[in-house]
């Protein structure tokens, strides 16, 4: 097998991957199945979303000038006769996170073999796929208990006992204590959560390519995972450093990409609304429910059109981070290896019997006597 890239050098043959695959020549079905496959397995460039839970709101302020509303002046009786519906919906909304993540761990493997083999086939590929799904579907819900218990143990016991020896009844007199506690409580959070990030990287672009391969659970693709982890730690090391710049600025690409789309697509939808608005106000025509359900559906309409389109624009990051973790673990893997570095066909040897050819091609003459 060929010699091991490196972080760096699988950047370039990733890069070409991806252009063989979506623009030479440039089809529109691929595309398509493509951004399903993107919005099914949540591969967005970046790795998250922008959603944040600062709403810097202003405070509601009570009659009483306070600036909180005090959680006794909620109407719990109106409250309760809803609450059987709160928790349905809870419930619902449970069940279909669960649902997502199950399909989307099938459809990881379906991108794999897309890539690998320069095809999205997703007629029959749940079929094919869901028994590694399903594999990798338990890890993850196992791994998120197994994170979750790590939290709330590495926050609620240093607090827990903190509490029990009296810190936190008169703060002011134990500060020594609680910045040294708090500052070795934050460290010891940060190598928690790097710890956890590594582990989840390293299972889905790693574990899932050897579970397709070699058709094994989770569990023993990582045992086959960590020789090849151990033979070359700085490598990987590299790697996840890399990954983390490469996500940082395909975020910044795919941002930047979006926000110009919907700019030049909000133009002509602006000036469509104010042409609706002004036209409805003309006809006489005032809010009612059918109006109210018509404006509502357009919302969703369009709302899906722009989904579509940040599916679209994220696809070509999907495929070259799936191209790049195929080129790096192809050249340490040799069953990967094998089908992305084939070795070159062998020219047939030469018979000496043969006479030698001329420069035209054609047997040089034989001297006389």
């Known amino acids: 097998m060929a010699k091991p890239l490196s972080a760096v050098a699988c950047i370039s043959p990733a890069i070409a991957q991806t252009k063989q695959q979506l623009f030479l020549p440039f089809q529109r079905q691929r595309w398509a199945r493509l951004a399903l496959i993107c919005l099914l397995t949540g591969e967005f460039a970046g790795g998250g979303g922008g959603f944040s839970g600062n709403f810097n709101a202003s405070p509601a302020r009570t009659k009483g000038g306070n600036g909180l509303v005090a959680l006794s002046n909620i109407h719990w009786d109106q409250i309760l006769p809803w609450l059987p519906w709160i928790l349905t ?24 073999d897309s890539v690998l083999y320069d095809r999205c086939e997703l007629k029959g590929s749940w079929t094919r796929w869901e028994p590694c799904g399903r594999s990798y579907f338990y890890w993850c819900l ?23 020896a009296g ?14 506690g708090g500052a070795a409580l934050l460290f010891l959070l940060i190598v928690f959560i790097i710890l956890c990030a590594v582990i989840s990287l390293f299972a ?8 397709a391969m070699e058709n094994v ?36 690409m795919v941002a930047i990409a979006t926000l110009l789309t919907l700019v030049m697509l909000m133009i002509p939808l602006g000036i469509g609304g104010l042409i609706l608005y002004f036209g409805g106000k003309a006809l006489g025509l005032t809010l009612n429910v059918a109006i109210i359900s018509v404006l509502v559906l357009v919302g969703a309409v369009i709302l899906a059109g722009f989904l579509c389109l940040a599916l679209l ?6 495929v070259f981070f799936q191209s790049y973790v195929l080129h ?24 000496l019997l043969d006479p030698p050819a001329s420069f035209d091609g054609s047997p040089e003459p034989t001297p006389a006597g």
């Open 89 to 112: 919906g809870v419930v619902l909304l449970l069940l279909f996170v669960l649902l997502w993540i199950y399909v989307g761990s099938v459809y990881r493997f379906v991108l794999f």
């Open 142 to 164: 196992a791994f998120f208990v197994v994170c979750t218990a790590g939290y709330s143990l590495l926050i609620g016991a240093p607090l827990l006992i903190a509490w029990r």
């Open 167 to 180: 810190l936190f009844h008169h703060p002011s007199e134990h500060l020594a204590p609680l910045i040294l």
């Open 204 to 211: 889905k672009d790693f574990c899932i390519p050897i579970m």
């Open 217 to 252: 659970g989770v569990v023993d693709a990582g045992r086959r995972l960590l020789p090849i982890l151990a033979a070359d730690k700085l490598g990987f090391t590299g790697y996840v450093l890399m990954k983390i710049v490469l996500a940082m600025a395909t975020a910044i």
């Open 313 to 318: 624009i994220n696809t070509p990051p999907m």
């Open 328 to 351: 790096f673990l192809g050249s340490r893997y040799p069953a990967l290896g094998a089908i992305l570095f084939p070795p070159p066909p062998e020219t047939p040897p030469t018979s």
